[in-house]
T-cell receptor, first 109, second 117 residues
Framework: SQQGEEDPQALSIQEGENATMNCSYK?????LQWYRQNSGRGLVHLIL?????REKHSGRLRVTLDTSKKSSSLLITASRAADTASYFC?????????FGAGTTVTVRA | GAVVSQHPSWVICKSGTSVKIECRSL??????MFWYRQFPKQSLMLMAT?????????EQGVEKDKFLINHASLTLSTLTVTSAHPEDSSFYIC?????????????FGQGTRLTVV
């Protein structure tokens, strides 16, 4: 079942700008993960943040998690054209992943 | 990272026929695999959890007789869409998680675009 809501649904930015997207969820989680999907392809794992962590970095990605508000954010810094994709948050509870609605990011050259 | 291979990447079939989609984990033994369905510009909806050597667990609202899942080995799960109809046209994606690394990332197949005509 779909657990999370993401906003915005779509985001268009200039190359070099930062992109921020948010995810809210409803139930308790073991961890929250972010995935990227290029058009018509499978999903690629980006970053995982555990329920006892508040912030995590990986390259140009920064993820925050606020379990009290049941929300997470993904920041992509210094965006590139290759970052154009859909981004999904997924909550991990009982070994099953439940995906948010996704944010479509378009990076203009 | 681990690789999950899904085949075919696309298939067109006539209404009333059945289509089988394969999902293989290439470098770890996946006791559990997951099948998702994705409509255009929408999220992934979990259809079922495929368990090696036992029956699949279907999510509410998913017809188990329509979407047959077989997980006969630790590296292969198959999804068969039986008596396909145009409304079954969709993007189907499988995923697997390494049981030796619980609660870590999932690895996804490339997806299968099914078009029923």
């Amino acid at each position: 079942s779909q657990q999370g809501e993401e906003d915005p649904q779509a985001l268009s930015i200039q190359e070099g700008e930062n992109a921020t997207m948010n995810c809210s969820y409803k139930t308790s989680i073991n961890n929250l993960q972010w995935y990227r999907q290029n058009s018509g392809r499978g999903l690629v794992h980006l970053i995982l943040i555990r329920s006892n962590e508040r912030e995590k970095h990986s390259g140009r990605l920064r993820v925050t998690l606020d379990t009290s508000k049941k929300s997470s954010s993904l920041l992509i810094t210094a965006s590139r054209a290759a970052d154009t994709a859909s981004y999904f948050c997924a909550t991990d509870n009982d070994y099953k992943l439940s995906f948010g609605a996704g944010t479509t990011v378009t990076v203009r050259a | 990272g681990a690789v999950v291979s899904q085949h075919p990447s696309w298939v067109i079939c006539k209404s009333g026929t059945s289509v089988k989609i394969e999902c293989r984990s290439l470098d770890f033994q996946a006791t559990t695999m997951f099948w998702y369905r994705q409509f255009p510009k929408q999220s992934l909806m979990l259809m079922a959890t495929s368990n090696e050597g036992s029956k699949a667990t279907y999510e509410q609202g998913v017809e188990k007789d329509k979407f047959l899942i077989n997980h006969a080995s630790l590296t292969l799960s198959t999804l068969t869409v039986t008596s396909a109809h145009p409304e079954d046209s969709s993007f189907y994606i499988c995923s697997a998680r390494d049981p030796g690394r619980a609660y870590t990332e999932a690895f996804f197949g490339q997806g299968t675009r099914l078009t029923v005509v």
